[in-house]
């Protein structure tokens, strides 16, 4: 009896090995590939740099090599960086949020892979003041929570529209897109559009309406 008593106990302990390992061995989510290769203090924000298929962060004021984060078969198209992170967002439609200790979170965003193909120009990521990021892409402007990627509010492209990351500009709290739109059935831009139709401006809370009931932005 008490030999069986002990098979239980040392079955475990024979197989932590075994479990251990093929937890090691997990792919990383994503496909990240996040190397720190030296803790380094310093004021502000890391310096971000694209390497072919790398996004790498440097001291600002040594040019130390502070960390890299890849993710094999796909490339960074633009980096942002905020808050002591780097925003990355990559051919896949993937933006990522990484900081020294790793990627703090992933977001997959409609029609962001699509962009180069579409010809879409200018800087997709866009803050939304100290706690948002908008991504623009021709399609509709998406906003997420920097502190987690929490979705906040999506904005559409009116139909026969569409917006033009190359043509945002902030004015204040505000980011204004150019939402330039065509004649049916055709790429030439519509002469009979009203021009308040092709701007459109946006904050933290989404598009700025005089009678807007926005939701907030705190954390729960």
């Given amino acids: 009896m008490r030999s069986r008593l002990l098979v239980a106990p040392l079955a475990l ?31 502000g924000g890391p310096r971000p740099r694209t390497t072919r298929a790398v996004v790498t962060a440097y001291a600002p004021e040594s040019g130390r090599l502070h960390w890299t984060h890849a993710r094999p078969g796909r490339r960074p198209l633009e980096v942002l960086p905020v808050r002591g992170h780097v925003i990355a967002l990559w051919d896949d439609g993937l933006v990522t949020d990484t900081g020294s200790e790793g990627v703090r979170w ?4 409609p ?58 500009v902030r004015r204040g709290p505000a980011l204004l897109v ?9 790429s030439d ?10 701007l459109v401006a946006v904050d933290d809370l989404g598009r700025i309406t005089p009678d807007r009931r926005p939701l907030g932005n705190d954390l729960p």
Wanted: proline share 11%; hydrophobic share 40%; aromatic share 6%.
């Fill in 13 to 43: 302990l024979l197989a932590a090995p075994v479990l251990l390992a093929a937890h090691q061995a997990r792919p990383a989510p994503y496909g990240d590939r996040f190397t720190l290769h030296a803790r380094v203090e310093y004021a």
């Fill in 106 to 109: 992933h977001r997959a965003v």
């Fill in 111 to 168: 029609g962001a892979a699509d962009r180069p193909r579409a010809g879409a120009r200018g800087r997709a990521l866009r803050l939304l003041g100290p706690r948002m990021l908008a991504v623009v892409t021709p399609g509709r402007v998406t906003a997420y929570r920097l502190a987690d990627g929490d979705l906040r509010w999506v904005l559409p492209a009116r139909e026969g529209c569409a917006f033009e990351p190359g043509r945002a």
């Fill in 178 to 186: 150019a939402q330039p739109c065509t004649t049916d059935g055709t």
């Fill in 189 to 198: 831009p519509d002469p009979d559009a009203p021009w308040t139709s092709q």
